[in-house]
């Protein structure tokens, strides 16, 4: 069940194939590739024992939600299995989505932001930060503003503050996850990850600058020094290795998490 968690957690695409149906997943830019092939495999038995298929499916791979969501639209593609978070949202704002059914991990998945392992101090300064937000209910305030109260139909702009004098920090978002972080009409970094990020800002008094990383470049982009964090990486509770996170990598304290897939396919 362990490495079966790392793949479900990155997003998976349920495809109709030739001869069996086609399993993809968000591309793997940081994975260990034995563990990989692994996880792989214990998702397809997942899949097949869920009744999601008459046979057995096989991996394929994009590079974006976007580019997952119009195979779903174009019908190359039977269901999308997204967090318990993104699925409701794809739900919301879409009625010719619909819910096929759900996978529940046996243990939580969170979110966490990376940081290369000479950021040890840069990546303990969030982590208190988290920390704080998380025993102040800011958290709490800010997933009901930009993710499950009447706000987050049309949510608030993020405002990221500018401290004169202070560090500046790149952080690599998807800029295609909504509601978690995405680009608004403006043109701006939006969603609930971008508004943590701009709250631990103003707590640890820095500039932060988010850039739009795809999921394959990611930890290329942090490892080469392009950005200083990346937000996100999953981690598993209990784990003593991460699937997700390579050696050279460090993690922050979770911000939050989940432990329910939804399999979103389309009416």
Request: aromatic residues 8%; negative net charge; charged residues 25%.
């Amino acid at each position: 069940m362990k490495k079966f968690l790392a793949v479900m957690a990155m997003l998976a695409v349920f495809a109709a194939g030739a001869s069996a149906e086609v399993v993809g997943t968000l591309r793997e830019g940081n994975t260990n590739s034995d563990v990989a092939v692994h996880v792989k495999h214990e998702l397809l038995a997942q899949v097949f024992d869920a009744g999601l298929s008459a046979s057995k499916p096989s991996m394929k791979f994009y590079d974006s939600l976007t580019l997952m969501l119009l195979a779903l639209e174009k019908g190359e593609i039977a269901a999308i299995a997204a967090p318990e978070l993104v699925g409701e949202y794809m739900l919301r704002q879409n009625r010719q989505y619909i819910l096929r059914g759900f996978l529940i991990s046996e243990k939580l998945i969170a979110s966490a932001l990376g940081f290369r392992d000479d950021k040890k101090e840069l990546c303990a300064k969030f982590s208190k930060a988290i920390r704080e937000m998380t025993a102040e209910g800011m958290i709490g305030i800010l997933a009901r503003d930009y993710l499950t109260g009447p706000s987050a139909q049309n949510p608030p702009a993020v405002k990221f503050e500018d401290f004169d004098g202070a560090e500046t920090i790149t952080v690599a978002v998807t800029g295609d996850m909504p509601p978690l972080d995405y680009t608004g009409a403006d043109g701006e970094p939006a969603g609930f990850n971008t508004a943590i990020l701009a709250e631990i800002a103003r707590r640890i008094h820095v500039n932060i600058r988010t850039v739009t990383v795809e999921t394959a470049t990611r930890v290329p982009a942090l490892l080469s020094g392009r950005v200083d964090a990346v937000f996100w990486f999953e981690v598993f509770e209990g784990y003593e290795v991460q699937p997700d996170v390579p050696d050279e990598v460090i993690t922050s304290t979770p911000c939050y998490g989940w432990n329910k897939i939804m399999l979103i396919g389309k009416k």
